[in-house]
């Protein structure tokens, strides 16, 4: 009489068991297909609803992979890449640029053909003024004249620097080809130079100075200069050179007579 109340009890309670063990497993399934199918139903829900809403994008949502989306924003994503490295290109070009016209400024005046400039006194003559342990010496014996050429040395300048020269620091000294005269110190800061004083330029006093590229100071040397040589006539021959006297007048073959 007990047993079976026993066991009626017993097959209540596995049958309870087994519907708990089948509601779990019903909601791992559910739960398994709504993990697979979630992109699927938000591509399903946005091509329903349209563009998502700018909250749901600031919330992190993931917005649907379309595929014309996608490639769309490759694009869009190269096109800045390349405009940002261009532009990070061009800056450091400039920079670059920058620091090399700055590390070698008076070498950049230079070939800009920007002239050295002179201070002039209140008598209006320009005024010597060099550099500390730089130093001009004229190798020239005779006075100077426009139209010829000097013999320069000098000494103090920097080691294997380009040396420019003007004169009044306006007038650049040029070669035979109309390039400026660029010399190069040795190493230890000496050079000799011939430079031409051009036939154009107006005689006087002037001042030649010599500037140190490397460092920019300068060494000026005062000049006088004359004027331009005129050129001297030819004389006649004398009358007894190819003349010859025949009673007291000249003969046919002298030039006194075929002038006259």
């Excluded at 399903?44 to 917005?63: K, L, V, Y």
Aim: aromatic residues 4%; positive net charge; charged residues 15%.
């Amino acid at each position: 009489m007990d047993t079976a109340p026993t066991a009626a009890g017993e097959e209540g309670v596995e049958g309870t068991t087994l519907e708990r063990r089948a509601a779990r497993v019903a909601a791992r399934r559910a739960a398994l297909a709504m993990v697979t199918t979630l992109p699927l139903r938000r591509l399903m829900t946005a091509r329903r609803s349209g563009p998502m809403p700018a909250e749901q994008a600031g919330r992190g949502q993931t917005p649907p992979s379309l595929p014309g989306v996608t490639r769309r924003g490759t694009a869009g994503e190269l096109l800045l890449w390349l405009g940002g490295t261009l532009g990070l290109l061009t800056l450091t070009a400039l920079l670059a640029w920058a620091a090399l016209l700055r590390s070698s400024a008076p070498l950049s005046l230079a070939w800009q053909g920007r002239t050295a400039t002179v201070t002039a006194t209140a008598s209006g003559e320009a005024s010597l003024r060099s550099a500390p342990g730089l130093h001009l010496v004229l190798l020239n014996a005779g006075p100077l004249a426009v139209g010829m050429r000097l013999r320069l040395a000098g000494s103090g300048f920097s080691a294997f620097a380009p040396v420019r020269f003007w004169l009044d620091g306006r007038l650049a000294f040029v070669d035979e080809r109309g390039w400026p005269v660029l010399v190069e110190a040795d190493g230890a800061g000496r050079f000799t130079v011939s430079l031409r004083l051009l036939p154009q330029w107006p005689p006087g006093r002037h001042t030649l100075l010599a500037r140190d590229l490397q460092t920019g100071q300068a060494a000026m040397l005062a000049l006088l200069l004359g004027p331009a040589a005129q050129p001297s006539a030819t004389p006649l021959p004398a009358a007894s050179s190819g003349c010859q006297l025949a009673n007291g007048a000249l003969s046919r073959d002298c030039p006194a007579q075929r002038l006259a």
